[in-house]
């Protein structure tokens, strides 16, 4: 079975601060991807990142950045600098291969951030 | 621009009735999903489908019915089988390629707020 967690339900932080969601996926496959997406209060989720689970390799893009730890199974995800636009719901989102090519994904319960000015 | 277009944004019925959600998107995807939001979770599969005439059945379909008559359009219905249809219902797509469906992400609507009384 797969299971993911994102354990903090609700952050609040002050403008500029910084700020790290964290994701634990909990998995039996050896090959999978994880994807971040966010949720604006307009409703529509959009793609932020992705990584594979044989790439353990952080990356920084602007103000985002990503540590993903295969060992402790865990893919968080820190925005620096936080601005007001940052506030939303940011959901985690494993996917592995299941039969005939269709991605089961999973997402977590997500991460309700709010930066406030 | 591509994308996917849910009407309408807001949606009232009256217990008892069924109603259809409509999801129409140009990004020429194959697979298009359905799912559900409720408040303090994350988003919950109904039913997905790989290629036009058909689809499968996700983690909570009961109650839900779909078709795939064209690429670009999978609506879904509602009926009065389901007991707590009141939710935020979400379209999606993405493509199919074997080679690449794993690092694909998802491409949202901008949802279907549906409120049963």
């Known amino acids: 079975a797969q299971k993911v967690t994102q354990a903090q339900t609700e952050i609040s932080v002050v403008e500029k601060e910084d700020v790290t969601l964290d994701c634990v996926y909990e998995?039996?496959?050896?090959?999978?991807?994880l994807f971040w997406y966010k949720q604006p209060p307009s409703g529509e989720l959009v793609f932020l990142i992705r990584?594979?689970?044989?790439?353990?390799q952080n990356e920084i893009s602007g103000r985002y950045s990503w540590n993903f730890q295969k060992s402790t199974s865990s893919f968080n995800f820190t925005i620096t600098a936080s601005q007001v636009v940052d506030s939303a719901v940011y959901f985690c989102?494993?996917?592995?291969?299941?039969?005939?090519?269709?991605?089961?994904?999973?997402f977590g319960i997500g991460t309700k951030l709010q930066v406030i000015p | 621009d591509g994308g996917i277009t849910q009407s309408p944004k807001y949606l009232f019925r009256k217990e008892g009735q069924n109603v259809t959600l409509s999801c129409e998107q140009n990004?020429?995807?194959?697979?298009m999903y359905w799912y559900r939001q409720d408040p303090g979770q994350g988003l919950r599969l109904i039913y997905y489908?790989?290629?036009?005439?058909?689809?499968q059945k996700g983690d909570i379909a009961e109650g839900y019915s779909v078709s795939r008559e064209k690429k670009e359009s999978f609506p879904l219905t509602v009926t009065s089988a389901q007991k707590n249809p009141t939710a935020f219902y979400l379209c999606?797509?993405?493509?199919?390629?074997?080679?690449?469906?794993?690092?694909?992400?998802?491409?949202f609507g901008n949802g279907t707020r549906l409120t049963v009384t």
């Open positions: 989102a494993p996917y592995s291969l299941h039969s005939g090519g269709y991605q089961k994904v999973t």
């Open positions: 990584r594979n689970s044989f790439d353990e």
């Open positions: 998995t039996r496959d050896t090959t999978y991807y």
């Open positions: 990004l020429n995807h194959d697979a």
């Open positions: 999606a797509s993405s493509i199919m390629d074997r080679r690449s469906s794993y690092n694909s992400p998802l491409h």
């Open positions: 489908s790989q290629i036009v005439n058909d689809f």
